[in-house]
C-alpha cells in the first residue's frame, strides 16, 4: 500500500467488484502470502528455541503436571 490510509471495508467492496478469474488469482495470492509469513513465524520462534537451549534456559519434562505449572 502506498502512504494513503485505505480502509479494510474499501479493500473488500474492491475485491468483491473484482471479476471471478482475478478473485481466484488474488485467493491465490492471499494464500501464499499467508503460508510465507508462517514460515517466518515458524522461523523465528525455531530461531529463538534454539537460542534458549544453547543458554541451557529451556526446561524440560515428561510429567504433565510440571507441563500445565509451566503454563
Known sequence: M??????FNT????AYGLPLDARLE???LLEHNIA????DEI?????????EHKRE??????SVKELKEQL
Do not use: G, M, Q, T
Open 2 to 7: 502506498s502512504s494513503r490510509n485505505v480502509s
Open 11 to 14: 479493500i473488500v467492496e474492491a
Open 26 to 28: 488474488l485467493k491465490s
Open 36 to 39: 510465507d509469513a508462517r514460515r
Open 43 to 51: 522461523l523465528d520462534n525455531y530461531k529463538s528455541a534454539r537460542h
Open 57 to 62: 534456559k529451556l526446561k524440560f519434562s515428561r
